[in-house]
């Protein structure tokens, strides 16, 4: 005798890992840190979760201090000790998002768990817009005026840690449907 087995529907495929307890957003609105290497599609995704979820957005790169963005412009990679501030920063603003329960979205690599451990707070959930090396490159490789080295890349991969499942989040696989499809997956794993 065989037995039937429901096929996945894409939402299904696309959420791989939901840590968020039960009822954990019963007494916080969602803040939604969309987390991932650079071309993952965070942008993209948020995009969408503000145009149809009316979230408030902040995009993470626009809270660092003009020292960061001068160094980065020269060349040099920042350290762990210019990111504290500019993540404290962030942190500043979800707060703020917490204490008038406004739901948000915020993209942010936070790529090391460190860094995570800054912006973890009642309510906060880790997006994390997984996908491999081929796959983020490729996404990469259609955008306009954009272009990642692949070493550059790399780096990225080299230093991710990948949320535990002591850390809540979801992960969201990419590259198995549009960015719209893949925000709405998220959107339902996080009963938004």
Known sequence: MTIA????????????????????FSHAK???VLMGVCGCGKTTVAEHLVDHYGLKYAE???????????????????????????????????????????????????????????????GVVFVYMKGTFDEVMERLSTRENHFMKPE???SQFDI??????????????????TPEQEAAAVAGALHL
């Open 60 to 122: 993470a790169d626009d809270f660092h201090p003009q020292a960061n963005i001068d160094k980065m412009a020269a060349g040099h990679p920042l350290t762990d000790e210019d990111r504290w501030p500019w993540l404290d920063t962030l942190a500043a603003w979800i707060d703020e998002r917490i204490a008038v329960g406004e739901p948000a979205v915020v993209t942010c690599s936070a790529l090391k768990r460190a860094y995570r451990d800054r912006l973890r707070r009642k």
């Open 152 to 154: 550059m890349l790399q």
């Open 30 to 32: 969602p803040i939604i």
């Open 5 to 24: 087995t429901a096929t996945p529907t894409l939402a299904e495929r696309i959420i791989v890992e939901n840590t968020i307890p039960a009822k954990y």
């Open 160 to 177: 991710l840690e990948e949320p535990g499942d002591d850390e809540v989040h979801v992960a969201a696989h990419i590259g198995l449907g």
